[in-house]
Nanobody, 118 residues
Framework: QVQLVESGGGLVQPGGSLRLSCIAS????????MGWYRQAPGKQRELVAV???????NYRDSVKGRFTISRDNAKNTVYLQMNSLKPEDTAVYYC????????????WGQGTQVTVSS
């Protein structure tokens, strides 16, 4: 089992920045792919950014150049730095840990609300 706890959400004006954090209950980054997802009201959950166990990153097109995913192995923490925020970034952001080895092991955090509004 893996517990994930997100923090760092809040209310920010358009153009502002926030940094989300996701702390894992144990050291899993060497084998798990970590991802940030978001879900806006009335919409499906969508992938925002991922970082693989090897450190490769990938982003959805709408956040490229604005968001950065990173991790601190010593702190068991994954971050999502969000700059130049737009109202359409408003959503609940979720941290995910996934490991595929035949069966799929997937864990989710409880989510943190990000609201971009003037």
């Amino acid at each position: 089992q893996v517990q994930l706890v997100e923090s760092g959400g809040g209310l920010v004006q358009p153009g502002g920045s926030l940094r989300l954090s996701c702390i894992a209950s144990r050291n899993i980054f060497s084998i798990y792919t970590m991802g940030w997802y978001r879900q806006a009201p009335g919409k499906q959950r969508e992938l925002v950014a991922v970082i693989t166990s090897g450190g490769s990153t990938n982003y959805r097109d709408s956040v490229k150049g604005r968001f950065t995913i990173s991790r601190d192995n010593a702190k068991n923490t994954v971050y999502l730095q969000m700059n130049s925020l737009k109202p359409e970034d408003t959503a609940v952001y979720y941290c995910n840990a996934e490991y595929r080895t035949g069966p799929v092991y997937s864990y989710w955090g409880q989510g943190t609300q990000v609201t971009v509004s003037s």
